[in-house]
């Protein structure tokens, strides 16, 4: 089970922390993620960190401005925003997942994906 929480409204430019509380045993096994899905679009890959080696994946749109990080022994998984912009506004899931893969391509796929949470609003004024 994984519940997100720390989603709110912020102007832009400033910053804004997602977290994930996740459940279950086998959980520092699991590669992270964070996906996003914005009002009339699909679903899209935000971040990952890898299960296997603890890699970070993150896509273009969010480099250099989100970190995702993960504390394994408090079974929490966040996503740090910085700089943000009104295209950031949506609503932010977090997704667990038993694969490993090394490239984006793999995580952007949302049936590589087996848990979801419910998601938590993120907006973003300008």
């Known amino acids: 089970q994984l519940v997100e929480s720390g989603g709110g409204l912020v102007q832009a430019g400033g910053s804004l922390t997602l977290s994930c509380a996740a459940s279950g045993r086998t959980f520092s096994v699991y590669t992270t993620g964070w996906f996003r899905q914005a009002p009339g679009k699909e679903r899209e890959f935000v971040a990952a960190?890898?299960?296997?080696?603890?890699?970070?994946y993150y896509a273009d749109s969010v480099k250099g401005r989100f970190t995702a990080s993960r504390e394994n022994a408090k079974i929490m998984v966040y996503l740090q925003m910085n700089s943000l912009k009104p295209e950031d506004t949506a609503v932010y899931y977090c997704?667990?997942?038993?694969?490993?893969?090394?490239?984006?391509?793999?995580?952007?796929?949302?049936?590589?994906?087996?848990?979801w949470g419910q998601g938590t609003q993120v907006t973003i004024s300008s």
């Open positions: 997704a667990a997942s038993g694969k490993y893969y090394s490239s984006n391509v793999y995580y952007a796929q949302l049936s590589n994906w087996h848990y």
């Open positions: 960190i890898s299960g296997s080696d603890g890699s970070t």
